[in-house]
């Protein structure tokens, strides 16, 4: 196993040995497809996809040190600039060749909605040759695997859904196959991204009005067996028989939820805030 980098990069270090106790990982990691493969099946099934911070009008920092003190130490979660941030950098520290991408979100919005900004990380790891797409961060439809990257229109199973990848161009779009077809994820950019882009895009993500992030409380874990998500008052469970579970939440069964269902570290103060602003929000909704 490489040597944790905690001792030797000081602050603002990720540490490879508190990263793996805390997403479950027992065995002993290497630059191969195997290892990458348990750790982006661990890593959504344990640090949840969320954007409290963003909800409540905080900073969501991407330096090293704030992504060791938050998803690791801290008990947190966070979204996809936190979450696949934190995976280059473990990815890194292992050993893999890996590139951050950034890419425009499609999921769930209608087909003629004009272009989103680019607001999405994932990365590309290179393992003997071959490209994978590997993405912690989506949260409700995270693939909880890694993705062959050049398999253009290759339909890859997966635990829940089916994903393919698509050329667009120089882009390429992800799509997952639900019951009434395919729907597209996001598309990737052909470049790999720079810090600089994921800063302005984090940036906008967390702090403009427009953010979805802003205007709605979401939490999701995905485990090898279920898809666990909240949708503001809404809460979710579908396993991979295709049984589903919904029901929807009081105010106090949010604040209880966000710690009890997904294990957020949160103090009652916070959790009792981000369930109030559920009704908030619905109150200055139009209609």
Avoid at 16 to 33: E, S, V, W
Avoid at 98 to 111: D, K, N, Q, S, Y
Avoid at 120 to 146: K, Q, S
Avoid at 172 to 187: F, I, K, R, S, V
């Amino acid at each position: 196993m490489p040597e944790s980098t905690g001792s030797s990069s000081g602050r603002d270090a990720i540490d490879l040995d508190r990263y793996l106790a805390r997403i479950g990982y027992t065995g002993t990691p290497r630059a191969d497809l195997e290892t990458l493969r348990a750790l982006t099946e661990l890593h959504p099934a344990t640090i949840t996809f969320e954007a409290v911070d963003v909800l409540l009008g905080r900073p969501v920092d991407l330096s090293p040190g704030a992504l060791q003190a938050k998803l690791v130490d801290g008990g947190r979660g966070g979204y996809c600039f936190e979450q696949n941030g934190l995976l280059k950098r473990v990815l890194e520290a292992l050993g893999f060749a890996v590139e951050g991408l950034i890419a425009r979100v499609f999921w769930m919005l209608p087909p003629d909605s004009p272009p989103m900004p680019l607001t999405h990380m994932a990365v590309r790891v290179t393992i003997g040759g071959e490209r994978w797409l590997a993405d912690v961060g989506f949260g409700a439809c995270v693939a909880g695997t890694p993705l062959r990257f050049d398999a253009i229109g290759a339909e890859q199973p997966t635990r829940h859904e089916t994903f393919r990848l698509r050329r667009k161009g120089a882009w390429t779009l992800l799509e997952a196959q639900l019951p009434d077809g395919w729907h597209p994820l996001y598309m990737l950019s052909p470049e790999p991204a720079l810090h600089a882009d994921y800063v302005a895009a984090n940036w906008y993500t967390s702090t403009h009005p427009a953010s979805g992030f802003r205007r709605e409380l979401r939490a999701a874990l995905t485990a090898p067996d279920r898809r666990t998500t909240l949708m503001n008052d809404r809460l979710t469970v579908r396993h991979s028989t295709g049984r589903m579970e919904r029901r929807f939440l009081a105010e106090r069964e949010i604040a209880d939820a966000l710690v009890s269902t997904f294990g957020l570290r949160l103090d009652a103060d916070t959790a009792a805030r981000a369930a109030g602003m559920v009704s908030k929000l619905r109150e200055q909704t139009p209609g």
